[in-house]
């Protein structure tokens, strides 16, 4: 039986929340906590067989979090605010020796610019201290490398390549609105994409045309073009899987997006430098951020479906294999389970089975850990009893 702190209630910090609450002899009681209270409480007001508090802070501030901490009493923070908060709130559980897990790793406010060297520079203070620390534990990053986890360890000698492709077929029938944090989501797409292949990284083109490839989804899904990006989960892969050869990124985009994109980013409303504007300085993507939808809201109108999955090239016994293992999610199911759309409902499931094994023991580890450094096999088998049944072959 154990408490946990969840930090940010926005869409992903809503579905942590209550899939930790359809586990109550694991998660016997919550506190819910973010920047706005009145987000945490309505998000709380939905949860019945748990207790959940609720309480506001400012988690850039790691002595706000701390005090909070203090205050509770939890076992395990689960960090589902944004990026620029990581590094805050793993001094807070350092502080007060507590177990930490996010979804995102650290990145700095005025560079886009994510990377995982922040965070594992705090691998020997937290095993020093006993405590874990879980990065990335969502679906991309989080079950993707669990995945490729798995089949090093089912279904390969050794790998050779690793494709990730991560496909939204959903619709949300506006003009433009991003699935997770528009700050965040809007910072990652614009930036060069990059690959790692014979031991070096090759940087592109943001969304690179020439480098997309047409995939034909499963699922009723059908063909789609994915774009090569950089994603987080590909700096952890390349240290943690041994001998891998290539490994890539992709993602999908509706042409709406796409072209919206490209308007916003030509008028400068993608900027992360403070301009002048009628006498004060103002970020344009934070402006941005505040007129577009916030992906919390977006569960009532969104349909069609999700698709994540690694394709993956290797051998097993001498002989050359490439196996596929994926995740479809139906938007509509995941709206009438918890009220949000699969990609708030996909990072959040995973985030609560991370934290509930750690919190059980069975992935407790001292030290600072990516999720393909563990056993896969009992999140494989949690996620097909809450909600993300995967599919191999
Ligand atoms: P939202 O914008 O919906 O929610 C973010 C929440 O964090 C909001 O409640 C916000 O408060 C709160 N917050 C922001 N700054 C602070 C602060 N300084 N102190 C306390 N709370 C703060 O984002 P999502 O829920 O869509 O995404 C949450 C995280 O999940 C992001 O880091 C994102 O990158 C990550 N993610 C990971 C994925 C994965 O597969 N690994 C996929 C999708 C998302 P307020 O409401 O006041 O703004």
Redesign the pocket.
């Known amino acids: 039986m154990s408490k946990v702190l969840i ?7 809503s579905v942590v929340a209550k899939k930790c609450a359809m586990v109550p002899d694991v998660f016997s009681e919550l506190c819910l906590a ?3 209270k009145s ?1 945490c409480d309505a998000i709380a007001a939905d949860i019945a067989n748990v207790p959940v508090h609720t309480a506001q ?4 501030h790691s002595d706000q979090v701390a005090a909070l901490i203090r205050d509770f009493g939890p076992e395990l923070v689960v960090n ?4 620029y ?1 990581d590094l805050a709130i793993m001094d807070a559980c350092l502080e007060t020796g507590v177990h930490y897990l996010d ?2 790793n650290y990145e700095p406010p005025d560079e886009a610019k994510f990377c995982y060297r922040w965070q594992w520079d705090y691998r020997q203070r937290f095993e020093d201290a006993g405590l874990m620390a879980l990065l ?1 534990c ?5 079950v993707t490398s669990i995945f490729v986890a798995h089949a090093l360890k089912h279904h390969f000698d050794s790998i050779e390549t690793v494709d990730i492709i991560d496909c939204n077929a959903g619709d949300h029938g506006q003009h433009f609105a991003t699935n ?2 528009p700050e ?1 989501n809007i910072r990652e797409v614009t930036q060069p994409g990059k690959y790692f292949e014979d031991g070096r990284w090759v940087e592109t083109e943001p969304l690179s045309e020439e480098l997309a490839i047409d995939y034909d989804f499963p699922e009723g899904i059908g063909v789609k073009r994915a774009y090569l990006m950089y994603h987080e989960e590909l700096e952890s892969l390349a240290q943690n899987i041994p001998g891998v050869r290539r490994l890539r990124f992709y993602m999908t985009f509706s042409e709406s997006y796409l072209r919206h994109l490209r308007v916003l980013e030509n008028v400068g409303m993608t900027r992360i430098d403070p301009v002048e504007h009628d006498g004060h300085q103002i970020v344009p993507l934070q402006f941005l951020k505040s007129v577009l939808p ?3 809201t977006l569960g009532t109108t969104t349909k069609g479906k999700t698709w994540i999955g690694c394709v993956i090239e290797g051998t097993r016994g001498g002989e050359r294999k490439s196996f596929r293992i994926y995740n479809t999610c139906d938007h509509e199911d995941c709206f009438s389970e918890v009220g949000s759309q699969a ?2 409902y ?2 959040g499931v995973p985030a609560m089975i991370g934290a509930m094994l750690m919190v059980k023991g069975v992935w407790m580890r001292p030290g600072v850990w990516n999720t393909e450094q563990l056993d896969p096999d009992p999140f494989m088998e949690q996620l097909n009893l809450h909600g993300l049944p995967w599919i191999e072959g």
């Open positions: 930090i940010g209630a926005g869409g992903v910090g973010s920047r706005t987000k802070v400012d988690a850039d589902v605010a944004l990026p908060q979804t995102a990335g969502g679906f991309d990053p989080g997770f944090n965040i916030e992906p919390s990609i708030s996909t990072t």
